[in-house]
């Protein structure tokens, strides 16, 4: 994010969700994502444990969300296949006939961050800790849950109870048994957040709510 209750985007989630929503939709239309009700088609989709990862094509842009393993979500993201993208929600919700499949989180974290022109807590320290407890591993990805403070640097908020998705590789197995490190955030680059154990850096590659 569900997502975190997400409203993906915006420090302004802190003062009510009328202007959450409002926010959202603002970081939204920079992406080229549809505030309102758009068409996009689905290119991909993978599921890791009780999540999918979902790749939708809009008219100018790629994004990438996370929505839970559904029958709804898989009826709805059927490849190939289109869908209308409603911003409803959280994050958005996707559609197709009678059938809905809310996203719960966001995997498109740098143009996410890229793309939104508002200051995210720039005040806020280079690192703080995160602490989390890895909850499922697959070949491709480790789904972690837990506080990770700046990942408010994009508006994710609360940030005390979030899945991270990282990459599976050497460096993210040893940071995710871990269950605690620095989170680092870069305004530009990739990747836009990463938590390091000792000489060990793992890229975050996705925000969602708990389900």
Known sequence: M???????????????ITSCVSAGQ???????????????QVMD????????????QFESTQARFL??????????LQIPGRVDFTREGRVGDMVRGVTHCEAVGIA??????????????SALPAGEEATFNPFYVDAGVILVRGSFPQATRIG????????????????????ASAGKGKMAFW?????AFA?????????????????
């Open 67 to 76: 929505v839970p393993a559904s029958p709804e979500c898989f009826r709805v």
């Open 187 to 191: 305004d530009t680059g990739t990747p």
């Open 156 to 175: 994710w908020r609360p940030t005390d109870d979030v899945v991270a998705m990282l990459p599976r590789n050497a460096a993210c197995d040893a940071v």
């Open 195 to 211: 938590i390091s154990v000792g000489d060990q850096h793992c890229a975050v590659t996705g925000l969602a709510d708990p389900l």
């Open 108 to 121: 498109s974290l740098e143009a996410w961050r890229d793309r939104s022109s508002r200051p995210f807590s």
């Open 45 to 56: 989709r993978i599921q890791h444990g009780g999540y999918v990862l979902a790749t939708l």
């Open 26 to 40: 603002e970081v939204l239309m920079e992406l080229g994502v549809p505030t309102e009700v758009g068409e996009a």
């Open 2 to 16: 569900s997502v975190r209750t997400l409203c993906a985007g915006l420090l302004a989630c802190a003062f009510g």
